[in-house]
């Protein structure tokens, strides 16, 4: 199973928008409603941000929000701030009954 | 509030077992809800190496399957990794999480555990 397509790298400056997407095939991303986002700060425990595409988990604030068109994912951050700086995987459940996740992308806030 | 905690040596010698213990705290493992192990190589992304139910059912990642097997121990509420036949390649960061009811995000997660393997 092949790796989901990331950019390496977005920034951005304070209250800006910001997408990040995550491409994969019509066997994962493109076949379930399953993709999940997830925020790590290097030395600490990975967090969820969204859930199944689009849906945000209790206690993340509704600046992160989720999208998906055919094979491709997109989370996008509103109002960026300085502790959204982190790095963002994307992961997907696939046809195999297998989770298979995006390379990362280092978010930088400018 | 659930929480997960690795434990196990950092350091592994080439063609031995790996073994990482995750003890989950706040939420009893018989309970129901699939448990997980993902794994991180330094300067790389994320990988899925496999889910465990507290009836014992598993999924694995089919590239480390033959050597991959995750277990639970219900009594102790904790589950475990072990990975055979290691190589440099298996060098990572190895998190522990819970995967999310009916479906397949993964949360909360350990903070990870560092196992180099080395001679």
New interface residues.
């Given amino acids: 199973?092949s790796?989901l397509t990331q950019p390496a790298s977005v920034s951005g400056s304070p209250g800006q928008s910001i997408t990040i997407s995550c491409t994969g095939t019509s066997s994962d991303v493109g076949a379930?409603n399953?993709v999940?986002w997830?925020q790590h700060h290097p030395?600490?425990?990975?967090?969820?941000m969204i859930?199944?595409v689009s849906k945000g988990?209790s206690g993340i604030s509704n600046r992160f929000s989720g999208s998906k068109s055919g094979n491709t994912a997109s989370l996008t951050i509103s109002g960026l701030q300085a502790e959204d700086e982190a790095d963002y995987?994307c992961?997907?459940?696939t046809r195999?009954?297998?989770?298979?996740?995006?390379?990362?992308t280092k978010l930088t806030v400018l | 509030q659930v929480q997960l905690q690795e434990s196990g040596p950092g350091l592994v010698k080439p063609s031995e077992t790996l073994s990482l213990t995750c003890a989950v705290s706040g939420y009893s493992i018989s309970s129901g809800y699939y448990w997980g192990w993902i794994r991180q190589p330094p300067g790389k992304g994320l990988e899925w190496i496999g889910n465990i139910y507290h009836s014992g059912s598993t999924y694995y990642n089919p590239s480390l399957m033959s050597r991959v097997t995750i277990s639970v121990d219900t009594s102790k509420n904790q589950f475990s990794l072990r990975l055979s036949s290691v190589t440099a390649a298996d060098t990572a960061v190895y998190y522990c999480a819970r995967r999310g009811l009916g479906s397949w995000y993964f949360d909360p997660w350990g903070r990870g555990t560092l196992v180099t393997v080395s001679s």
Wanted: avoid cysteine.
């Fill in positions: 199973q790796a379930y399953y999940s997830y030395g600490k425990a990975p967090k969820l859930y199944d988990p995987y992961s997907s459940y195999s009954s297998t989770v298979v996740f995006g390379g990362g």
